[in-house]
């Protein structure tokens, strides 16, 4: 199937733009957590591409190794090539390996029902690259690879409080192509995290993604200053309070950001 240019959010044609690519990115994007196979009917209605568009991108993948197709039912699922491509993301992310020995430490504090993650933005979500669950068995297991609302999370807050300008504008961009009518909402959410990073020096969420969760976060830069990471903890709001996180883990939440980020 032939590349060719796609519309920017602007309406301008992107000559760089491989529409081929991000429409096979968007049939592998499509697969769910705990899904194991899905067919081309469900790929088509899951991407909104046609069905022989579909076709034609399962069977491009399938040669690849990144669909493998059941020669019996006809439906695919993901190949060794997707946990390949994974890996190696998060065997580069350099950051992961050094915040590991740190999620630990705040997961094992006082209160064993606290989760500690590292997230990352993607589009308007940001994705858990690290996690150290709750030692306890409670009903909301983060895990690598779960998404979380860029704007209405304590980690995604503390991402954005923690952006450049150009890229809160080019984060606000995405969001508002991909949802116009929630721009005030996020816009209102977005004042918030920043008045609230530079009073208190850690983004809150009180029931603003689950009604039932409670956390903290800090902004963590890369060495180089190109991205920026979401270091958080947090808990079920009936085990994990306001005044636990800010009065025990918010100062270990800022050290931990300023080891991470290497800044003295």
């Known amino acids: 199937m032939d590349s060719d240019n796609t519309a920017s959010a602007d309406g301008e044609k992107d000559r760089n733009f491989v529409t081929a690519l991000a429409r096979g990115l968007d ?3 499509a697969f769910r957590r705990n899904e194991l196979e899905l067919t081309n009917t469900d790929l088509a209605e899951r991407t909104g591409l046609p069905k022989p568009t579909v076709s034609r991108l399962t069977y491009t993948l399938c040669q690849l190794g990144y669909l493998i197709q059941d020669p019996q039912s006809g439906s695919y699922r993901l190949g060794a090539g997707v946990l390949r491509l994974g890996y190696g993301v998060l065997a580069g992310m350099d950051i992961s390996d ?3 020995q740190i999620l630990r430490d705040l997961r094992n504090g006082e209160n064993s029902y606290i989760t500690s993650a590292l997230g990352e933005a993607h589009h308007a979500d940001v994705i858990y690259i690290a996690v150290h669950r709750s030692r306890e068995d409670v009903s909301l297991a983060a895990h690598v690879g779960m998404r979380l609302p860029l704007f209405f999370s304590a980690v995604g ?7 450049s300008p150009d890229q809160r504008a080019e984060s606000l961009k995405i969001a508002d192509a991909l949802d116009p009518d929630g721009r005030l909402s996020r816009q209102d959410s977005l004042g918030r995290a920043q008045d609230e990073y530079a009073a208190r020096g850690f983004c809150t969420g009180y029931g603003d993604w689950r009604p039932d969760v409670n956390g903290i976060a800090v902004p963590v830069v890369s ?3 190109m991205r ?3 270091l958080n903890v947090g808990g079920p709001s009936f085990h994990v309070s306001p005044n636990v996180l800010e009065t025990i883990y918010a100062d270990q939440l800022m050290s931990a950001a300023e ?3 290497m800044r003295p």
């Open 259 to 261: 080891t991470l980020s």
């Open 223 to 225: 060495l180089n200053g």
């Open 228 to 230: 920026v990471y979401g």
């Open 98 to 100: 050094r915040a590991s």
């Open 27 to 29: 049939v592998l994007r």
């Open 157 to 163: 807050r503390a991402i954005l409080a923690g952006m």
